[in-house]
């Protein structure tokens, strides 16, 4: 069998924004799986659509999609399911097998080097399997090309041969289902995105939410975890279910070291304070980006590498670690002539507001309590995480 199937069955292929994980000042509010957060992730994991929290709208589509399949007797659409990361998109795929009751293969896009590692993947899978490739808008062209032939009429030309000798011959494959999951929907090409008869486009959870995904792991973690406990992490946790995982274990080992074990909200406050994850769930670098912004630059305009200067990162760790929660969170805005603070990044920081009023998003100023600065809407105009 060629390398991507060697993959355990329950890894992330990648960091999530295609490429190696970016350090972090602090790691607690990352969306992506570190490396050994993996094993406790597959854990936690759901298995049934049943247990599946959230996401009414993709989990009632899929539900229908599924069950129509089972009763023709057939393998469903092939599923594309996109949206940032730590959202549920591998356990949905895992899910759907679970659900189909047939096997899952896992491989990822930059896992496929060459077509020929997806061709002997392909023929290998058996009659309704599921072949899962995370990451999907990495996959090279001409693993690409060699997809659409699969996807549409369960066929593989292999090539025997090199040069003007060589010859295609079809190979006949098992019907399947192909799971694809991306974090950038927008970079997918167009041929390949209407090949998939259902897309599920995941959306950030909601509070309530999240506090049944931590009331559900507190319970497979065995700890005890009030209601007003959770709903102190789940404040915190960016709508994220990974980081609401995460920050349970660290607020965890707090009670279990500093308290009685029990995750109450004072415990949950001092943990969470320890691990420098404030009430929005921005963290040390979250925060020093938008402190530079408000109380040196004066909110701003300013660019990103000036930015990232004052806070001694990289332009790029600013850029796609930094900004897009704090733009969907309403604090930052980024605009032609640079970053700019709204007026909830001031009463955030607890900094006063300006006399001459907060920077306009197009130049000039606003008065306090105007319009002019207002937030966009949570999630209106994030660029890294929703560029679908
Ligand atoms: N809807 C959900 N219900 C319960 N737990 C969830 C849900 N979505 C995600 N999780 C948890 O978050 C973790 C990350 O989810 P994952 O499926 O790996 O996200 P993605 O593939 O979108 O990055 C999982 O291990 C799981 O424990
Ligand atoms: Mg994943």
């Known amino acids: ?32 799986a570190g490396d050994d957060e993996r094993v406790v992730e597959s854990a936690l994991r759901p298995h049934s659509l049943a247990d599946f929290i959230g996401q009414p709208k ?50 990822s896009g930059p896992a496929i ?30 693993a690409e090309e060699l997809l659409y032939m699969a996807m549409e009429d369960f066929r593989v030309d ?7 000798g060589a010859t295609a011959i079809p190979l006949e494959i098992n019907p399947f289902t192909l799971v694809g999951a991306t ?29 049944q995904v931590l009331a559900r792991s507190a319970a497979l973690l065995g700890v005890e975890l009030t209601d007003e406990g959770s709903a102190e992490i789940a404040g915190r946790s960016r709508g994220t279910p990974r980081i609401a995982n995460r920050l349970l274990r660290r607020v965890r080992d707090f009670a279990e070291v500093r308290a009685d074990g029990r995750v109450t909200r004072e415990v949950a406050r001092a943990a969470l304070a320890l ?20 109380v040196r630059f004066g909110g701003g305009p300013v660019g990103v590498a000036t930015l990232a200067v004052a806070v001694g990162e990289e332009p790029h760790t600013v850029e796609e670690v930094c900004e897009p929660f704090l733009v969907r969170a309403g604090l930052l805005a980024r605009t032609p002539r640079g ?38 809407s949570p999630g209106a105009s994030s660029e890294t995480l929703f560029d679908a």
């Not at 955030?348 to 600065?373: C, F, K, N, S, Y």
């Open 1 to 32: 069998m060629s390398a991507p199937f060697d993959r355990p069955l329950t890894a992330d292929a990648t960091d999530g924004l295609g490429r190696d994980a970016v350090p972090l000042a602090s790691g607690a509010v990352s969306p992506q």
């Open 183 to 211: 974090t950038r929907a927008g970079l997918l090409t167009g041929p390949l995105r209407d090949r998939f008869g259902f897309v599920g486009q995941m959306e950030f959870y909601e509070v309530a939410e999240l506090q």
């Open 275 to 294: 691990y420098d994850v404030d009430e929005l769930g921005l963290d040390r670098l979250d925060r020093a980006v938008l402190e530079a912004l408000v």
């Open 113 to 142: 080097e060459r077509s020929g590692d997806l061709a002997a993947m392909l023929s290998n899978l058996g009659p309704g399997d599921v072949l899962f490739i995370d990451e999907i808008h990495r996959i090279a062209r001409p």
């Open 339 to 376: 970053r700019v603070a709204t007026e909830a990044a001031w009463r955030h920081l607890d900094v006063p507001l300006p006399r001459g009023g907060v920077p306009l998003l197009g130049g000039g100023t606003a008065v306090p309590g105007g319009t002019g600065g207002a937030p966009p």
């Open 158 to 164: 292999v090539v025997v041969g090199k040069g003007p």
């Open 58 to 107: 993709v989990a009632r589509q899929l539900d229908l999609v599924l069950e129509g399949a089972k009763r023709r007797g057939r393998p469903p659409d092939h599923v594309l399911l996109s949206g940032p990361p730590g959202l549920g998109k591998t356990s949905l795929a895992l899910i759907i097998g679970s659900e189909l009751g047939t096997s899952v293969k896992i491989t």
